[in-house]
């Protein structure tokens, strides 16, 4: 059996959509997220050291994450996932009003289901930094910090390559 070549992945390979869609009766509405400079994960582990007295180096052990996406983007009108962000950000909004859903996809993983793709899914609250920098371009950044648990489903593209489908996980 021959083995497969390692290819390296490209960045466009893992593509996040927002849930711009609000109301808790809205219905989920998760569209590109388009026209960002930066967009880098942190996993922000937490760390739990202790030396025992028996021993001459430390113990370290990862015992949870506190992860954060910070961003920036190019402002453009008519970008619902730029409208979404500035309306917090412009708005200074708190609680509730600040929270997004957001869903990974690894385009270069597929799903279980013909034309889906491995997706991550994670409640964030959009924490707005800075606007104005930059000549050229409104620039707004800022970071999405974790507000939920993370959640492995499958993501499906719509053809316009700008909208997708969550579906989570079945229980088992």
């Known amino acids: 059996m021959a083995e497969a070549k390692a290819k390296i992945v490209g960045r466009h ?10 109301g808790e009766a809205a219905a989920a509405n998760y569209q590109r997220m388009t026209g960002f400079t930066q967009m880098t994960n942190s996993k922000n582990p937490k760390e739990y050291s202790r030396q025992y007295v028996d021993r001459e180096s430390e113990d370290t052990d990862v015992v949870g994450y506190s992860p954060a996406i910070s961003y920036s983007f190019d402002r453009h009108t008519n970008t619902p996932v730029h409208e979404r962000i500035a309306k917090v950000h412009d708005g200074e909004l708190t609680g509730s009003d600040a929270l997004v859903d957001v869903v990974i996809v690894d385009f270069f993983s597929p799903g279980t289901a013909e034309g889906s793709y491995v997706a991550r899914k994670r409640t964030y609250a959009i924490i707005p930094d800075a606007d104005g920098d930059g000549t050229d371009a409104l620039i707004y950044t800022g970071s999405l910090k974790s507000k939920s648990d993370l959640e492995e489903g499958t993501a499906t593209i719509l053809d316009d390559g700008k909208t997708a489908t969550y579906t989570a996980p079945t229980a088992s």
């Open 13 to 22: 390979q893992r593509v996040a959509f927002m849930n711009v869609a609000t």
